[in-house]
């Protein structure tokens, strides 16, 4: 570590910074103090090389260590007014003034520890951003964004006290994305999805993953119904091993929830179906507001590539209690699913491969 650490300190003092485009620092992991020695000279080499007219700044740290306070002063007096691309990872960045950032394209933070006002600080300024990135930011509680013109991609993952979104941005804001046409969505909280009251006219691709005990795949008829222009949706439930009302164990009649009549899906794929009485009720939702449906497919396995796929020629093994849900999966939908089914529709009901699956030395 000294040795690389002495080789990159004489390259960077011996060299004057004009013409630097881009700068990369990716440092690994960090156990011990003892390896934490190249970044106290990381102030001395973003200074000899972050001049005006550079375009992409990326330092990513990593480890429990890695306790480095970037050097925002680095961003002010002009310096930043060329920067496009800033990726920043595993480090303090505490800007104390407006930043002023105008060519700025994309801003990436990962574990980075930054409050909420100083990233308001950041933003503000920041009028060409098109994509921002926030992952594992955890002292921000309400994310403002401002009237970002040209901000079209939005991505706030696994920041865990994040609570509201605010934005003003006309291309992304809460709960009302005008122009947005693909969307990914991702929550294993045991909450119901609120009521959808904004619609999402030009969404087309809808990707929604969900766990939970006490999660009411019903509540995602509003979220459903509000996209009518919906193309693909693709719904990958989590496995909670047990939890859920069967379908085969409540004899009550099936809940239908009248919604609003696609003209346009053309495709769904449910991942991880089971017996689940809410999840067979709103398939069945499903296949009587899609009248353009042509294909829905209903994978009772966790949705990973089959043996003839894989590289290793095997698919991936699965629990005895899975493979026992995925059996009543398959009965369900003989019996709830395919009597709804229009002769229109390909439905694929997708089991455990018998090739794979057949001996118990499989399991796990």
């Known amino acids: 570590m000294r040795e690389f650490t002495s080789k990159v300190d004489c390259i960077l003092k011996r060299h004057s910074g004009i013409g630097v485009k881009t700068l990369r620092f990716k440092v690994g992991d960090i156990h011990s103090v003892k390896d934490c020695c190249h970044l106290y000279h990381l102030?001395?080499?973003?200074?000899?090389?972050?001049?005006?007219?550079i375009e992409e700044l990326d330092l990513t740290l990593s480890g429990r260590n890695a306790k480095y306070n970037f050097p925002c002063s680095l961003l002010y007096g002009g310096t930043g007014d060329s920067l496009l691309h800033l990726v920043l990872a595993s480090c303090h960045f505490h800007p104390t003034e407006l930043l002023c950032l105008k060519s700025l394209t994309r801003l990436s933070l990962a574990k980075v520890d930054i409050l909420e006002d100083e990233l308001e600080f950041?933003?503000?300024?920041?009028?060409?951003?098109?994509?921002?990135?926030?992952?594992?930011?955890?002292?921000?509680?309400?994310?403002?964004?401002?009237?970002?013109?040209?901000?079209?991609?939005?991505?706030?993952?696994?920041?865990?006290?994040?609570?509201?979104?605010?934005?003003?941005?006309?291309?992304?804001?809460?709960?009302?994305?005008?122009?947005?046409?693909?969307?990914?969505?991702?929550?294993?909280?045991?909450v119901n999805t609120p009521i959808v009251n904004s619609k999402f006219l030009h969404l087309k691709?809808?990707?929604?993953?969900?766990?939970?005990?006490a999660y009411d795949l019903l509540s995602l008829v509003s979220f459903f119904d509000s996209s009518p222009s919906l193309e693909t949706?693709?719904?990958?439930?989590?496995?909670?091993?047990?939890?859920?009302?069967?379908?085969?164990?409540?004899?009550?009649?099936?809940?239908?929830?009248?919604?609003?009549?696609?003209?346009?899906l053309k495709h769904v794929e449910i991942i991880n179906f089971s017996s689940a009485k809410n999840l067979?009720?709103?398939?069945?939702?499903?296949?009587?507001?899609?009248?353009?449906?042509?294909?829905?497919?209903l994978d009772t396995t966790l949705g990973f590539p089959r043996c003839s796929a894989s590289e290793s020629g095997k698919c991936l093994p699965m629990r005895k209690d899975a493979l026992a849900e995925a059996h009543r999966a398959l009965l369900a939908v003989q019996t709830y699913i395919k009597p709804n089914v229009p002769p229109t529709v390909e439905l694929k009901a997708l089991g455990p491969c018998s090739?794979?699956?057949?001996?118990?030395?499989?399991?796990y």
């Open 205 to 213: 691709v809808l990707n929604i993953i969900v766990g939970g005990h």
């Open 355 to 363: 090739r794979c699956h057949v001996e118990l030395g499989l399991y």
């Open 280 to 297: 067979i009720e709103f398939t069945c939702h499903i296949l009587l507001s899609a009248r353009s449906l042509e294909r829905l497919t």
């Open 122 to 190: 950041v933003l503000s300024n920041s009028f060409s951003l098109e994509q921002l990135e926030l992952r594992h930011c955890n002292n921000i509680v309400c994310l403002k964004i401002p009237c970002l013109q040209r901000l079209s991609s939005l991505e706030v993952f696994a920041c865990s006290f994040v609570q509201v979104i605010e934005s003003k941005a006309p291309n992304i804001s809460n709960f009302s994305m005008p122009n947005l046409e693909a969307l990914s969505i991702c929550s294993c909280e045991v």
């Open 43 to 53: 102030d001395s080499w973003l200074h000899s090389a972050v001049k005006p007219g």
């Open 233 to 264: 949706f693709t719904l990958n439930v989590m496995p909670v091993h047990g939890g859920h009302v069967s379908i085969f164990g409540d004899h009550l009649d099936l809940t239908m929830v009248p919604g609003h009549h696609h003209d346009k």
